[in-house]
């Protein structure tokens, strides 16, 4: 068989094969394939990738011509054409044009700026390929591929299993199950049920515990995961916000489908031309709707993701904003975070207290270390050993002279490490060194003073490692667990990691945004209650791994919810913690940034590390820290609660103020002789007043607003919109009046002083209501909105007096309107004060908090983590075993 002709099998059907069977049907072997073979069943495969990057114009364009209103008003402004009235049928088409290529323009650039940030997010993988480990982008796997998998890692594609070594996968993603799957080697019956298939990895599944290799059997969406991640479509599931977006814009219709309804009928009624009727209502309706709010959020997402880079935050997906802004729960490792991450060293103490050189000399002897040869360096395989070494002096030579037999390395159930060696005479020793409640009850006859010592360093918040040891003569070449007992206790090593003098101030900042930070450590929690003292972190209490081992359900629910402190957790215990943490709040981010986080990474709603971390940890996470800093955190939080807040400035400024003037045109259109604004003159006016609004992303929020997560409240806005918006109207109402009473204004003269009327209020009012505080004193804009804001306005008059005006139904205005202008509009702004006070003083109301962060929301994160910037091959039919060599593209 070719590589052209090299097939995706199912994983059921490869679960029921022999493994030297399904390898020589995918004419690879144990070791992988060769570099050049892979680049060949790339070439006809395609990518391993369920999503696409690329951006489509046209996709965007659609989305913008997607509106019902703006498609009949475009219909009816052809109409009005075709019988004769052309002027404004120009004028209503160019004004329609430069609305939509407005929104494209600013959705259009956003898109890019997403898919370049997911273009400079690498996944990678470990496949064996020319008889030796690499790395390649996650996109590069082929059927054939051959693939180690190790705890914490996401299956990056189908496998066949060649090995395991005690390994289990979470497939809740795919099962809905909470309990890891057992994996092994056999085959199964045919017809197994996905969660049956024991001898199968499934893509975008997580190792939970154990190891394996495994052979790739499908890729992309010939993959169980992508098969589902397909059949979803490339779109996000809505998120609360966009939920409660989508019915607000309902209930807009149904206020835009009342106006016009009522608009129409009162224009026939009087008698008025049903072309010029229907344009009129129509242009009321858009006008009504916030059109450019895609562009707005868009907008913001990009502009937002730029500035978190700025502060040292980098994302993968633009969405993963709104989620760390929506973060109530933050559950952290201690070390880096809350301390320096500098361990250092500090001294060896014998059992009972005293300068201990043969505790350093067996602590040396039990590392676990790669040493160089040519310079005669140690390194440590972790920092604890690493700091040993640095500091072992003329020890170092002595342990030199022992000679390595066995080791048994470190494991979080065991939560120790041992060695065998064999002294410069040949008499051999078994040396364990751990975290000291294992090692001592390994232990015979223990010194008295030797619990005393140990609370003391443990009061002063050293972080100790006890070493034990025992002669092992005529010991075998290898150890296991049951080796580990029958110790005598050598003593302690005394190591420091101070706690980090900014990370107080970070703990402030994060309760000052409404977060509940929770601490998960691998070390003593004597240690680390007096680091989180010391920093201030007030505690609802301390559980060990130990005490979580025994709880049921209900009691692990409690405890997770209660305590603030979980000492010496294995991987699946923070896991678990966030999981149970998940169904209680709104949101929970989990900040780690070792192999033994990964699990708790995938498991929480927003997956935090650092640019330091493992890689299996940054390709866990859906944030990535440049600094592991609790107050870069911090920042990240401020900028997604930011950006979803100026969306709600833009959505409250829009629908208030657009539904007191399209309120406006409705009532004096059933009174005057004549229409109160021309079609064309209604759409201009909503262009300008949009466009000025397209500063707002980029536009100071004020401190209270970022206390806590903010939340879509579609009573709030709808009692916002219906309070704010008659105010608009009574001004419209008194212009109406001077216009008629004391300027004597014909239809053109009261068309262009409403029209710079309704500007003038539309957009100068972003600056109150765009806080809660006294606008400019107490609450500064930013200074692009406030020079966006007046260019409209002047562009919005020079309009009135430029040499198209009379093309567009203007005439030029008298300087007294000017002057009633500025008393009208201050008058305005005093009189929307006043009301924000009457309006703000209602306590505000809220319903449960509802997690919107379902399954299907899982899928798509994951999903993001194999996307490819080219199109993606799709089945072309429900069959997964036939020729990849005949599939075509696909746009997924």
Known sequence: MTSALVEHIAAGEAATCEVADLLSRLQSTPTGLSSVEAA???AVVGPNAVRSNRVSALAVLGRQLRSALLLLLALTAVASFVLGDHNDAVIIGVILLASVGLGFVNEYRAQLASAALHSSQRHTAVVLRDDAATQIDVADLVPGDVVPLVLGQLVPADLRLLSVTGLECDESVLTGESEPAPKSVGPVAAGSALADQAGCAFMGTVVHAGAGTGVVVATGAYAEFGRIAVGLGEREPETEFQIGLRRFSVLLLQVAVALTTMILVTNLVLRRPLIESLLFALAIAVGITPQLLPAVVSTSLAAGSRRLAQRKVLVKRLVCIEDLGDIDVLLTDKTGTLTDGQISFHEALTASGSPG???????LLATETITDTAGGSHVGSNAMDTALWASAGLTAPIADS??????????????????????PDGDRILVVKGAPETVLDRCTDIPSRAHTVLDGLFAQGSRVVAVASKPAPGHADRLG????????LNGFLVFLDRPKTSAAKSLTRL????ITVKVATGDNQQVAEKVCADLGLVSGGSVTGTELEGLDDEQFSEAAIRATIFSRVSPEQKARLVKTLRAHSRSVGFLGDGVNDALALHTADVGISVDSATDVAKDAADVVLLEKDLGVLADGVTEGRRTFTNTIKYVLMSTSSNFGNMFSAAAASAVLNFLPMLP???LLNNLLYDTSQLAIPGDRVDEEQLHAPSHWNIGFIRRFMLFFGPISSLFDFLTFGLMLGVFAAGPELFRTGWFIESLA????IVFAIRTRRVPFMRSRPSRVLMVTVAGV?????????????ADLGFTPLPIGFFLTLVVLVLSYLVLVEGAKHVFYSEPMRYGPVVRWRGHEHRIHRRAARFSTPGDLRVPTSPAQGEPVGELGHGSG
Do not use: K, W
Request: aromatic letters at 6%.
């Open 357 to 363: 050189p043969d505790t350093l000399l067996h602590g």
């Open 680 to 682: 064309s003159q209604i």
């Open 761 to 764: 209020t539309q957009t100068l």
């Open 511 to 514: 309760a000052g945004l409404g």
């Open 40 to 42: 060949a069943r790339l």
């Open 481 to 488: 667990p049951q080796d580990e007992y029958g110790l005598s």
């Open 793 to 805: 306005l002047i562009v919005g008059v020079a309009i009135t007096v430029s040499p198209f005006s």
């Open 402 to 423: 022992y000679t390595r037999l066995a080791t048994l390395p470190f494991d979080h159930e065991r939560r120790m490490s041992s060695t065998l060696v064999a002294d």
